[in-house]
């Protein structure tokens, strides 16, 4: 356990310090240029390589010591950072620079979490999986809530130059945590044919398209990640529409506190033996959430629904993790688990983009004429805010089609039976 949370300490300092680089230099360019695009592109630039890089880390991982791959690649993540921190002392950092930077400290770091997934699956037996896996969404609880509130505060009292020679050192300290310690070397494939790095990364794919089961469960698990990249805009004009700032403040924290809950309580209390039935009933209960949370305009409802649903998250990304920890075998994991993050996490940028024209549409929807408008507007009503609860309300059933259609589906169903064997 120590090795492993030695490990996991200094993914928390990495991922801390790119949140804290990204959403802080991103809100001090646009206090700078009011550019609402530049803005966006600098918080892009924190997660789009995340997509393409990390399947690259993932097979690398595979080939050659984890914790060294880990240990390199935070160790370059913090170049790539002291680079624009130079030239910012200097009044020389121009804003495609910084998001150059940013990109590249971004895509260096993007097996992060699919080799510390990795690393646990050699570390420990089933039996304490669970648990430890509860570690992975609460480091990413902690760094949503610390960083965003912290870079707010910090970033119109900071000079550019200071906030990445922060997110410098904090990186530089988790590439030297898993330098100083040992860990493991896992079983390589017995018979290694000399293959480019492309064929090696495909050979992912192909094992989770010859594993049915484990494919419904991304597709799932992907429509999560898009519901709560949906959440995640239009969670303010929702809540702005009833309430003020303060009223936003409260609902974003009850989100935080009860993603971290749940990371607390999977670490006190693991998860059920039946993980794939508990994931899909996770999700027919956020969706069933999320659409009843629209029904009137209510900032209670909101929060409920934001603490509700992120309170179960942990819970079912440990059961997700467990699951395929114990189907892939080890010397695929890297390239796996690394392919399997990137179409997961790739639905929230998506979600991201689309969730404005959505709303947008949603919104001219209802304000429309037509039998369908009105049955619309005496269920949710009309004024601000409605057409984000419009979405919610078919993201929501959407969520649910997905998570049934998936339980019809046998391999899905085996899944636990198998994992027991």
Known sequence: MKVFGVVWLGSLLSLLAMQFAGFAVGLSTYQRTASVS??????????????????????????????????????????ALLVPALFARQGAASTGLLIACLAIASAFQSGEFAILSAIAAQLFDKHRLPRVNGLLPLGLAISQVVAPPTASFLAGR??????????????????????????????VEAKQTPTGLLTYMLS??????SSPGLLWLLVVVAAVHFTLGILEVLVTPWTLAVGDTDTLGAVLTAAGIGMMAGSAGVLLLGTPKKRAWTIMLIVIAQALVLVSSVTRPSALLIGTAAFAILLSFPILASCFETTWQLRVPSELQGRVFALRNALTSGALPVAQIVAGPLSALAAAVLGSQGSLSSSLRVLLGAGPGRGAALVFLVNGGALLVVCLIALIAPHVRRLDAEAAL
């Not at 892009?44 to 914790?67: E, H, K």
């Open 38 to 79: 530049l803005y966006g592109l600098m918080l892009f630039a924190t997660t789009a390589p995340l997509l393409i890089a990390a399947p690259i880390v993932g097979a690398i991982a595979d080939r050659w010591n984890r914790g060294r791959v880990l240990a390199l690649g935070r160790a370059a993540a913090a170049v």
């Open 158 to 187: 900071l000079s550019t130059a200071t906030v990445l020679l922060s997110a410098v050192i904090a990186t530089s300290a988790g590439a030297v945590s898993i330098a100083v310690i040992r860990v493991p070397a896992h079983h």
């Open 204 to 209: 992912g794919w192909q094992f989770v398209r």
